[in-house]
């Protein structure tokens, strides 16, 4: 009996855990300086070589911009069965603030992110939050628009540049204000849609710079923000 609950204790922990092995990947040095890692799938003599990363992406090489190929034997960590070894690494999720330049094409203002948020999975997909505003001084009168606004999304990374991009198409609420002479003025609710990207930088794991051109369009009026800021990954 002993025997037998000794045994099935170590098979539940094999099915959990997978223990740390060596793994060889190739690597494929390019003429350019860059170096890409992963798993050669495919050879054509003397033409191309296409090579998979560990995070999917796909890249196909013309054998002229390739100096020379190696092989890479690493140590990889015990994980959990079902997890590849990068999992977990992609951090798409993240929470911005970035202002910067607008512009309704007649005037040039203020553009404000005060929450941008987007949660997804590892392979991208997932939605986005976007809390922000608009502001416009012409003639010592301020015209603002704050806009709350939700919608899909989809992130990936552009490998080379080590840039993680996240496209969206969101749609929600805007309330446009007038303001002079102290005196306030809203306006009646207004539908609002959004197309953007969100790039963003990486200055550590988990603090990013962000660069976000985004073009609304609020009550049929389009608008374009080019905005600049900070996010937090995980």
Same mark, same amino acid.
């Given at each position: 009996?002993?025997?037998?609950?000794?045994?099935?204790?170590?098979?539940?922990?094999?099915?959990?855990?997978?223990?740390?092995?060596?793994?060889?990947r190739?690597?494929?040095?390019?003429?350019?300086?860059?170096?890409?890692?992963?798993?050669?799938?495919?050879?054509?003599?003397?033409?191309?070589?296409?090579?998979?990363?560990?995070?999917?992406?796909?890249?196909?090489?013309?054998?002229?911009?390739v100096?020379?190929?190696?092989?890479?034997?690493?140590?990889?960590?015990?994980?959990?069965?079902?997890?590849?070894?990068?999992?977990?690494?992609?951090?798409? #999720? !993240?929470?911005?603030?970035?202002?910067?330049?607008? +512009?309704?094409?007649?005037? &040039? $203002?203020?553009?404000?992110?005060? /929450?941008?948020?987007?949660?997804?999975?590892?392979?991208?997909?997932?939605?986005?939050?976007?809390?922000?505003?608009? #502001? !416009?001084?012409?003639?010592?009168?301020?015209?603002? +628009?704050?806009?709350?606004? &939700? $919608?899909?999304?989809?992130?990936? /990374?552009i490998?080379?540049?080590?840039?993680?991009?996240t496209?969206?198409?969101?749609?929600?609420?805007?309330?446009? #204000?007038v303001t002079?002479?102290?005196?306030?003025?809203?306006?009646?609710?207004?539908?609002?849609?959004?197309?953007?990207?969100? /790039?963003?930088?990486?200055?550590?794991?988990?603090?990013?710079?962000?660069?976000?051109?985004?073009?609304?369009?609020?009550?049929?009026?389009?608008?374009?923000?080019?905005?600049?800021?900070?996010?937090?990954?995980?």
């Amino acid at each position: 009996m002993r025997k037998v609950l000794i045994f099935t204790v170590f098979m539940i922990f094999s099915s959990v855990f997978l223990f740390s092995q060596n793994v060889t990947r190739d690597v494929v040095h390019l003429k350019n300086g860059s170096v890409i890692k992963g798993n050669i799938t495919e050879q054509v003599p003397g033409q191309s070589i296409t090579i998979e990363t560990a995070d999917g992406n796909v890249f196909v090489l013309s054998i002229e911009d390739v100096s020379k190929i190696t092989k890479e034997t690493e140590a990889t960590k015990a994980v959990k069965v079902g997890k590849s070894p990068a999992e977990g690494k992609n951090r798409y #999720s !993240y929470f911005s603030l970035n202002l910067g330049v607008a +512009t309704d094409f007649d005037h &040039v $203002g203020l553009g404000l992110n005060l /929450l941008e948020l987007n949660l997804a999975t590892q392979r991208g997909l997932g939605g986005t939050l976007k809390w922000g505003a608009n #502001s !416009y001084l012409v003639d010592e009168v301020s015209y603002g +628009t704050g806009y709350l606004l &939700v $919608g899909p999304s989809y992130s990936h /990374l552009i490998n080379m540049l080590n840039i993680k991009a996240t496209y969206r198409a969101l749609v929600g609420y805007a309330v446009p #204000s007038v303001t002079y002479d102290g005196k306030k003025t809203t306006g009646d609710g207004l539908l609002a849609f959004n197309l953007g990207a969100t /790039l963003r930088f990486a200055a550590h794991k988990r603090f990013n710079f962000v660069l976000a051109p985004d073009v609304l369009l609020i009550d049929g009026e389009p608008a374009l923000n080019v905005n600049a800021g900070f996010a937090f990954s995980w």
